[in-house]
């Protein structure tokens, strides 16, 4: 996963928004002094919205996290996570489209 503003690789932690996308914290910081929308669809966001996620959980934590959670509600939390992960790949691609038509300059 890559955060959704600087596009950096995300490490540790991250912050998810209400309006679906990825921030590092830096940039979730930065957001919030500002005037709290969202850098990439500029939706408003509270501050008490934003919810720090974990990008690479250990395999503990999700054992514990999963335990006694029926099938149903995995597959559909399961799925809402595949339908979120679709959502980032496509921005990812999006960008790398800009990139590449010259909108954004390329890094080389
Ligand atoms: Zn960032
Ligand atoms: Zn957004």
């Known amino acids: 996963m ?3 503003a600087c596009w950096r690789e995300l490490e540790g932690r991250a912050i998810s928004t209400t309006c679906g996308h990825l921030l590092c914290t830096e940039d979730a910081s930065k957001m919030l002094s500002n005037d709290a929308a969202c850098p990439i669809c500029d939706q408003v966001l509270s501050k008490s919205l934003l919810k720090p996620v974990d990008v690479n959980p ?3 934590w999700i ?9 149903q509600i995995l597959m559909k939390s399961a799925y809402r996570s595949v339908m979120f992960y679709l959502g980032q790949k496509e921005l990812e691609m999006q960008y790398k489209m800009n990139r590449i038509s010259g909108s954004v300059p390329a890094e080389m």
């Open 63 to 71: 054992n514990m996290a999963m335990a006694g959670v029926s099938p």
């Open 2 to 4: 890559r955060c959704n």
């Open 58 to 60: 250990n395999d503990e």
